[in-house]
């Protein structure tokens, strides 16, 4: 059965850092495109990074742009977010999602992904 599983999430200050983890499993992780969004309290969902099967091609929405980094590794089928300079902003659940292929194209449609984490819940505050 396929399956992710976001944890790292937590509580965290202004300025700290937080790294996500997401644990695939039941299908090979080597060969798919990966990505991260977020859903704030009463807000869309927000597409945050993503990464090509091969690592060699990520993306990043402009409003973590230098701030988060995206990576993977294949040996222990996960994907990472690290994120740094937290801001209250980024207070949100954060999903991690499987693309159909190995490389993705409309990172906003929803329709290119299949498998999604149940989330982990990341919250700035001092």
């Known amino acids: 059965q396929v399956h992710l599983v976001e944890s790292g999430g937590g509580l965290a200050q202004p300025g700290g850092s937080l790294r996500l983890s997401c644990a695939a499993s039941g299908f090979s992780f080597s060969n798919y495109a990966m990505s991260w969004a977020r859903q704030a309290p009463g807000k869309g969902l927000e597409w945050v990074s993503a990464v090509y099967s091969d690592g060699t091609v990520t993306w990043y929405a402009d409003s973590v742009k230098g701030r988060f980094t995206i990576s993977r590794d294949d040996a222990k089928n996960t994907v990472y977010l690290q994120m740094n300079s937290l801001k209250p902003e980024d207070t949100a659940r954060y999903y991690c999602?499987?693309?159909?292929?190995?490389?993705?194209?409309?990172?906003?449609?929803?329709?290119?992904?299949?498998?999604w984490g149940q989330g982990t819940q990341v919250t700035v505050s001092s």
């Open positions: 999602a499987k693309d159909l292929g190995a490389r993705f194209s409309d990172i906003s449609d929803q329709g290119e992904y299949d498998v």
